[in-house]
């Protein structure tokens, strides 16, 4: 565990590193600079940037020159946003008379090998590559001629950079240009994760220079045999050995690095962290390292079977820590151990990771942040405690589990398991939390970054859902509302049928769709609202099943068409009549659904260019016969009478048809209008009063005026402390 996490200054806990606090004292406001960063980073081409024509890639505009902090900063908001880095933003850097570079750290990015000549051409002093599965072992030539300034190189998970193939061809005992890698006099911290198929050679001509190492880490790697090839790396302050195989062999080589502080040799794979004589082996290793302050034995048989031992006085419940009681760890890692180390009581360390409480899962989280084996299952403790249990530090668990989702995007369990503690985050233990709007647009953010990139998955897209359910709709989301939007209609869509998620995504879209206005409205019909619904429709008509789904995907076209022109027509165009009058035929007793029809082609109507697409005998006939529609207290029965008042408002020449004539379908409205009770409660929002107040105007039928009128009436008198 890095040492910086070992101080506490959080008034939250005495027993927990502060990383894990940033959201308990978030009511600041959101800084400028983010704010500009975040806004270049979507901008680039409206900012700082031009679009090279001969190339068709990004280029800083001319006469720009950026210092090394901003370059920093925006390629740093660009690697933690959820647009990778690529090829083409690479290239803004491109000139380094204009750009300036000296820290990089890329994590799941789109770079050729290419691409990160140019970033290393700055002369860089740290890189960090990560989850970068484009990088091939062309990019180790760049490494080397460019590197000679590097003091610290992380590799994490790029298998392409050595590939088996290539490692097996190798000469160890040639001059290969990889005997150059990483060579650098200045080199100090070093991290290759994930090579296991990196001979002992290799290590043996690396560390026969890299003299100066204080910082080691080969998690991940093979066996490393006895190890004593390392012995005169005695820098070495942090040594990093997680799933390492065989690694009994090396505690001799090990125990001679004095300079030690930091030790992991941690273990999560079940069976590959026995050792045969393990409370020897963790005593030899303490008593031999005067300085260790942090260690890490989790998955192991280390930490014995619990059989206390006193010295000096003093007991400890692990054997081999005994000579520690009086100098305890700063931190000791005991996640998983063998029989439940972390459980007992007398143990020489200050922080503790591991599952005995909430504090040591938390502390055990922020451990193996970037280790999505261990993450995976210290985030399903962390689920289970919010959901049995109460939970004192809920802002830093917060930061943890966002922390976590942002860092495996692509782990579908870690995305799962962190939704779920999400949302019983938001729905009350925390609610405090997410008042504050940064800590809410983190949250949603979070939320659809996983569910965009799970969008396939059931249980993922139920999480999200439900945890967007908490939110307040559509204040709380409209700053990512087309991504949303995108992700819902997926749902109705894509998601099997009849499944929760279906049912719960086409709610969330109708509950947006109704608090929405003016573009937001037109960009729900352009993402393919009504196309969506109409294939619902066309999919319940088919089975002949009127269920909650159909209902709702009507009253969700009629909240899109709400004083929407352009939504109107795309109803239109895609046959809705056609399936207003299938509907009609096959579902006639349904209220809730005759209802939000009903409602939809009052929209329709409001819209005088798509009348003449109302003006047939058949629809017509449908609304005259609706006129005296009982169902659903009036509502069906009114919006009949909105539709005809707006058709015939246009004046007697536009009624074309002559069955059903105009008189008699407007008696027929009148009479319907006398037999309503004015004190009837209604199902509708009006957004504004502008249709109604129209319709009062039209003197040439009186019947619309008639009908404006009592709406209006109806409306002050039931609701009028609303108005």
């Given amino acids: 565990m890095p040492e910086k996490m070992v101080q506490n200054k959080c008034s939250h806990s005495k027993a927990l590193p502060p990383e894990v606090c940033s959201f308990c004292n978030s009511s600041a406001p959101e800084k400028l600079l983010d704010i500009c960063f975040d806004y270049i980073n979507k901008h680039l081409l409206e900012t700082i940037c031009y679009e090279d024509p001969v190339t068709n ?20 908001v660009r690697s933690n946003s959820f647009t990778p880095v690529h090829s083409n933003f690479v290239n803004i850097f491109k000139d380094t008379n204009c750009t300036r570079l000296k820290r990089v750290r890329l994590r799941k990015s789109k770079i050729q090998d290419a691409d990160l000549e140019i970033l290393l051409k700055h002369r860089l ?98 066996d490393l045999g006895n190890f004593d090839y390392a012995n005169h790396l005695i820098n070495l302050t942090s040594l990093v050995l997680y799933n390492v195989d065989n690694l009994e062999k090396a505690v001799p080589a090990i125990c001679k690095l004095k300079n030690l502080k930091h030790l992991d040799i941690s273990q999560s794979r079940e069976d590959h962290g026995l050792y045969e004589k393990s409370t020897k082996v963790l005593r030899t290793l303490v008593e031999s390292l005067p300085k260790l302050t942090s260690l890490d034995i989790s998955g192991t048989n280390l930490a014995g079977r619990g059989v206390a031992e006193t010295t000096n006085g003093y007991v400890s419940d692990i054997p081999g820590l005994s000579s520690r009681v009086n100098n305890p760890l700063q931190y000791l890692g005991l996640y998983e151990t063998s029989h439940d180390a972390c459980l007992r009581h007398d143990i020489p360390a200050k922080l503790i990771a591991g599952n005995a409480n909430e504090e040591q899962i938390l502390v055990a989280a922020i451990a193996y942040l970037d280790r999505a084996e261990m993450l995976q299952k210290v985030m399903n403790e962390l689920f289970h405690m919010f959901r049995f ?86 204040v709380d989301v409209l700053f990512d509302y087309e991504r949303l939007v995108k992700i819902l209609l997926h749902s109705v869509h894509g998601m099997a049928q009849e499944s929760f998620v279906q049912r719960i995504g086409i709610y969330l879209l109708n509950s947006l769709a109704c608090q929405v206005d003016g573009y937001q409205k037109v960009k729900l019909g352009e993402l393919g609202a009504i196309d969506k ?18 209902e709702v995907a009507w009253s969700t076209m009629w909240n899109v068409t709400d004083e ?81 008042s707006h058709i015939a408002s246009d004046g007697p020449e536009v009624w074309t048809v002559t069955d059903p004539p105009r008189n008699y379908v407007l008696f027929q409205m009148e009479d319907a209008i006398n037999r309503w009770d004015l004190n009837s409660p209604r199902n509708i929002n009006y957004r504004s009063f ?34």
């Fill in 57 to 76: 890639r990004l280029s800083l505009n001319p006469g720009l020159t950026l210092p090394v902090e901003i370059c920093e900063r925006l390629l740093s």
């Fill in 125 to 222: 002093i740290e890189l960090e590559i990560s989850k970068c599965s484009d990088l091939t072992y062309d990019c180790v030539e760049h490494i080397s001629r460019y590197g000679s300034s590097l003091s610290s190189i992380t590799i994490d998970d790029c298998p392409r950079i050595f590939p088996s193939h290539f490692i097996s061809k190798l000469d160890m005992d040639a001059e290969p240009f990889y005997k150059h890698v990483f060579l650098t006099t200045n080199l100090k911290k070093l991290a290759l994760r994930g090579f296991s198929n990196l001979p002992i050679k290799f290590f043996m001509k690396f560390f026969f220079v890299a003299i100066k190492l204080t910082h080691l880490d080969l998690s991940g790697s093979g």
């Fill in 389 to 474: 249990e109460n939970i004192v530090h809920v802002g830093q668990a917060l930061n943890i589990v966002l922390e976590a989702m942002g860092r495996h995007l692509d782990e579908r369990h870690i995305q799962i398991s962190g939704s779920a503690t999400l949302f019983y985050i938001v729905k009350g233990t925390g609610r405090e939390l997410h008042d504050d709007m940064r800590v809410k647009r983190k949250i949603i953010t979070t939320l659809l970054n996983g569910m965009t990139v799970h969008k396939f998955d059931d249980t993922m897209m139920r999480n999200g859902c439900l945890t967007l359910c908490q939110f307040k709709i559509p």
């Fill in 533 to 550: 619904m109409m294939w619902l429709i066309t999919e319940r008509l088919g089975r002949g099943i009127c269920d909650d789904v159909l």
């Fill in 564 to 644: 929407t022109p352009l939504n109107c027509l795309k109803f239109l165009e895609n046959k809705g009549m056609e399936y207003f009058l299938s509907c009609l035929e096959k579902f006639p007793d349904k209220e809730e659904l005759l209802r939000n029809m009903m409602g939809l082609l009052g929209n329709v109507a409001e819209v005088k260019e798509l009348r003449h697409y109302l003006i047939t005998p058949e629809y017509l006939s449908v609304f005259s016969r609706l006129l005296n529609s009982r169902s659903d207290g009036i509502e069906v029965s009114y919006n009949a009478a909105g539709v005809i």
């Fill in 690 to 723: 502008e249709p109604i107040l129209y319709l009062v105007k039209v003197y040439h039928t009186p019947t619309c005026q008639y009908w404006a009128v009592w709406a209006l009436a109806n409306l002050t008198t039931v609701y009028g402390e609303l108005i």
